[in-house]
Every structure is written in C-alpha cells, then in structure tokens.
C-alpha cells in the first residue's frame, strides 16, 4: 500500500507540494488570480476537469487557507471562490513554476511528439506457432 506524504512534513518543499498538489490546482488558483469566479464559471474555463474533482481540489485549498469560500446563502446557490490573502503569497511561486515548466516544454519538444505517435493499444502477443520450447511441466513431487 502506497504511503500518503499529507502527514509528512519534515521537508518544506514536500510541505509546500502537499497544498498545491493535484492535477487541476495550478490551473484552478491560476485562473482565481484574475479575480473571484463562481464554481460553474470555474468548471466550465476548465473543461477536461470534472465536477467532482474541482470541487474536491476546492475544498482542499479552502481547508489548506489558500481558497475563501463565499455563500450568499440564496436559493438557488450562489457560491464563489477567491484567494485569500495568505494564498496571494502564491502568486510568486506559482510564477516561478510556471516560467520553468515553459522552459522544461521547449527543452523536451521530442518527448511530446513520441507520445504523441506512440501506438494506441498493445501489440498481439507472440505467437507459439513456430516455437522450439515445449509447454513446462509442473513437477510433482512426492
């Protein structure tokens, strides 16, 4: 079974990846910086990502301090997300990755193209047709 590194936090950069860890956080914080935006309008600037997803990644970040949650308590809902002050201190780091990840694409441009070619499903597995081993044997033994 694989360890979770949540409870770990000897390291400050394990630390740090723990809160902005998940496949959609960048994208969902990156969008927020440009002002406060309502979980359909959310869901629908991102639209590979489910639902259920944004609003685990959202429920997280407000947990971790990052993310304010605002209820106008109507019917029907009307909720919003924004950065709180403390996950403004963000802005920086979330730069700075984004600037190396930019640099990492251009670096690897050979990588993307093999994927991209690589085949869709599995080859047939060989055949025995024109195999020279015999079938194993299991050995009994007394």
Known sequence: MAVSKKGINECPIDTALTVIDGRWKGTILWRLFDGPMRTAELR?????????MLIRHLHELVDAGILIRHDAGTVPPCVHYSISEYGMTLAPVLQSLCDWGRKHMARKPSQVSRRAAAPTRPASPPSSAGSTRSPRRKSSRA
């Open 44 to 52: 629908r600037s991102i639209p590979d990502m489910t639902e259920r």
